[in-house]
């Protein structure tokens, strides 16, 4: 690990000296990365994430399909932030179609979006992220709420990751049944195979995620919860959907799908976040 944390100090990462889309770091730089991420993530499954001792010099970044994604994971990411290490988070869309006509007199789709945009800055100004490592995307929406699959999409993200030079990256299980989940995957990895890049992809378990394996857990109790309940609520759009559509408030469905996942993985604390690991190597995904 003491390797990893000299040649990151020796290399200073600026996202804007990029222009090619290959890392600046340099190809032994990243050799090292890559080798100290796999002993780092070595051991039986799954791993729990308070007891890595994960360097500060490890870039992450969060590519969340609608506002609210970044939330869903917060706990983690609270980690990290605590750790020091430097935290990106792109919304690919504005998530229009998950509000109700009328909420605070919204009843166009841009209008609804900004919403949304407001609700998650609100969010991470609670959270503690900087104002200036939160992009809005904007990608452009098909008439189902989803992002289509365009070239200027698929542009977008690409540009947002190659500017992010991350080492992890977490975004939602392809293996999903909302498009938007699915389709952000994808992008995912058309970048990284057209650039080859290097890093490894937490990919979180989501209420509507199909089927995953669990390579890494985030376990936490009741304080944590309420933590993150408060971060979920700055999404009112959200909560008053849930409580119309479901009769319980957005917070609950999270934790309530987070205390599942903890009690099906037998951890003693009573909810957790979980995650599937997928190494890239110079654009090929594997698994260790």
Known sequence: MRRLQRATKRIKRTPHEVPTGRSTT???????MQHELKTL???????????????????????????????????????????GNRIGLAVATGGASGV??????????????????DEQR?????????????????????????PTDAPENFAAVRDWLIAQQPDLVFLPHGN?????????????????EADKLSLVACLNRDPKTIA???DLICAFGADAAAW??????????????N???????????????????????GCAAAFAETFELEFVAGGVASRV
Not at 46 to 63: H, N
Not at 125 to 146: I, K, N, S
Not at 177 to 189: E, K, M, P, S, V
């Open 26 to 32: 340099g190809g032994a730089t990243k050799d090292i």
């Open 41 to 83: 993530f070595r051991g039986s499954r799954p791993l729990k994430l308070t007891e890595l001792r994960l360097p500060s010099a490890l870039r992450v970044a969060v590519l969340a399909p609608h506002p609210d994604d970044f939330d869903a994971i917060a706990v983690t990411l609270r980690h990290f932030r605590d750790n």
């Open 100 to 117: 109700e006509d009328g909420f605070r007199g919204a009843t166009d789709d841009a209008t609804k979006a900004r919403l949304r945009e």
């Open 122 to 146: 609100a969010s991470c100004r609670l959270f503690g992220l900087p104002d200036e490592r939160l992009q809005f995307l904007r990608l452009v929406e098909g008439v189902d709420g989803h």
């Open 176 to 192: 999903d049944t909302n498009d938007g989940h699915r389709r952000c995957y994808a992008f995912f990895r058309r970048a990284v």
């Open 212 to 214: 995953m394996r669990d």
């Open 228 to 241: 993150k309940g408060g971060l979920l609520r700055c999404h009112q759009s959200q909560h008053q959907r």
């Open 243 to 265: 409580l119309h559509t479901r009769g319980h408030g957005f917070d609950d469905r999270i934790l309530n799908i987070n205390r599942q996942f903890a009690a099906a993985l």
